[in-house]
């Protein structure tokens, strides 16, 4: 199943899609057939939904021929991110590829070069999420060297704390892109990672949540990017340091990860930092993030 958020007639409304075809059906209409899909926004529906989301759903579907209007074509609409405005802050895992360890350090070796079998965290502010397509501010004169991060974005559906590894992916909602934009100058700048990828705009997520049924295995996904529709990251999440499982149970030890929250789980190697020279992002670029089962993200630069 598929959850998307859309602009329809100047409302956010939250698609769902059950097959694979380009159709999606509106959710508000749904919920004229069972009150229990009445949601707020996505976070709400999250909250909401956990472990009943997939059988609510799927009775529903079966009378959605006698609910003319609440079919839509995916292409015909205009889409948001997802989770529009996350409740909390994006969990960043930042080097969590080796590949990318090795470019990241070799482009600055103050700022990247950390050897260490323990995750990396930090956040990333997200006020609002860039939609597919929204384009993603250069700021010219502040930013010189803006760069992508595909990511695969994991979100979590029911409060977790103190889960084992074994457990941990039982707490997942779904699936989704998260690219990690990121001004490297500001990041070196301030010797943390928090600015540089918290300025508004920078971060795409989408197009659409794979509920974490339609991902058998999550650590098997083909991960790439493209810029100007050159390949410049071409990996698997196989290649991940710190797996989905692994980062659930490890931040959860302290920490209640409530439902909505967003893990970006690191980028691999071929980001503009580790090109020899460095390549950065410029008015007038088109980046897409892409992973195999979930879709393609795509955003120019303005
Ligand atoms: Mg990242």
Known sequence: MRLYTAE??????????????????????????????????????????????????????????SLSGAEVKLDEVKLLAP???PRQDVICLG????????????????????????????????????????????????????????????????????????????????????????????????????????????????????????IADVQALDIKSFVNGELRQNSNTRYMITTVAEAIADLSQGMTLLPGTIIATGTPAGVGMGMQPPCWMKKGDVVVCEIEGIGRLENPID
């Not at 930013?143 to 039982?170: F, H, M, P, R, T």
């Open 8 to 65: 329809i007639n100047n409302k956010e409304e939250i698609l769902v899609a059950f097959y694979d075809d380009g159709c999606a059906y509106i959710m508000s209409k749904l919920a004229k057939l069972s009150s229990e899909l009445d949601f707020v926004d996505m976070n709400d529906l999250i909250e909401k939904m956990a472990a009943e989301k997939e059988a609510i759903l799927k009775a529903v579907a079966k009378n959605v021929d």
């Open 83 to 85: 989770i529009v405005r």
């Open 95 to 214: 080097i969590n590829y080796r590949d990318h360890q090795a470019e990241a350090s070799r482009f600055s070796k103050e700022s990247f070069d950390v050897k260490k079998d323990d995750a990396i965290y930090f956040g990333k502010r997200v006020n609002r999420a860039t939609a597919p397509g929204e384009a993603i501010p250069s700021y010219e004169g502040y930013v010189d060297s803006l760069d992508y991060e595909s990511e695969l974005g994991v979100i979590i559906g029911k409060a977790a704390k103190n889960v084992s590894v074994e457990n941990a992916l039982d707490y997942v909602f779904g699936y989704t892109i998260v690219n990690d934009v990121s001004a490297r100058n500001v990041q070196r700048r301030h010797q943390q990672w928090y600015l540089g990828k918290s300025l508004d705009g920078f971060t795409p997520i989408g197009p659409c949540i794979v509920t974490a049924d339609g």
